[in-house]
């Protein structure tokens, strides 16, 4: 079964930086490509960024371009999402998103449960 | 690509058959749609992608259709379990972009 655990949530400063992780099981992390998808309280749906199975290829949403850097270790089957110059807008929840197969299509297989950022000062 | 979902609410009971569409501004390349349902306070689960293949797990009971501009969802005998939004979005063209969801809720 695929399981996927985002951590790294909580409160930040306008201004600030986060980090959020997500650590994978249930499938062969290094054969898919991954995401993370937003939702704002109350909001639709947001696809922040992707990377390639290899982590070759990388995807960022417009509104996150330059602030955000997304990376991921196959030797621990984590992804992260590295998250600077934090605005209010950017709260959310932060899912974690296994795709479909090796190079990001976005669209999202299996999802975790989400990681709650928060922006206010 | 702007989607628009309708309707906005759909109530129905369970057996019935719900029908859910999802409008496109423009043709979709590829006819890259998927669909999703979110109940409260989980996250998203895909049910079909590349407008007609079912998800795994997911029962066929759900079917997709569509092409161009116009893309349906299809379940066919509602179970108390499918009570919830449904989202579509457009992954061919550029931005990927996401309907405002239908509501199914249970009449």
């Known amino acids: 079964e695929v399981q996927l655990l985002e951590s790294g949530g909580g409160l930040v400063q306008p201004g600030g930086s986060l980090r959020l992780s997500c650590a994978a099981s249930g499938f062969t992390f290094n054969s898919f490509a991954m995401s993370w998808v937003r939702q704002a309280p109350g909001k639709g749906l947001e696809w922040v960024s992707a990377i390639s199975a290899r982590g070759t290829s990388i995807y960022y949403g417009d509104s996150v371009k330059g602030r955000f850097t997304i990376s991921r270790d196959g030797a621990k089957s984590t992804l992260y999402l590295q998250m600077d110059s934090l605005r209010a807008d950017d709260a959310a929840t932060y899912y974690c998103v296994k795709e479909l197969a090796e190079q990001w299509l976005l669209v999202g297989d299996s999802w975790g449960q989400g990681a709650l950022v928060t922006v206010s000062s | 690509t702007v989607l628009t979902q309708s309707p906005g609410t759909l109530s129905l009971s369970p057996g019935e058959r719900a029908t859910l569409s999802c409008r496109a501004s423009?043709?979709?390349?590829?006819?890259?749609v998927a669909w999703y349902h979110q109940k409260p306070g989980q996250a998203p689960r895909l049910l079909i992608y590349?407008?007609?293949r079912r998800a795994t797990g997911i029962p066929d009971r759900f079917s997709g259709s569509g092409s161009g501009t116009d893309f349906t969802l299809t379940i066919s005998r509602l179970e108390p379990d499918d009570f919830a939004v449904y989202y579509c979005q457009q992954y061919g063209n550029s931005p990927i972009t996401f309907g405002r969801g239908t509501r199914l809720e249970i009449k």
């Open positions: 423009r043709s979709v390349t590829g006819s890259y």
């Open positions: 590349g407008a007609s």
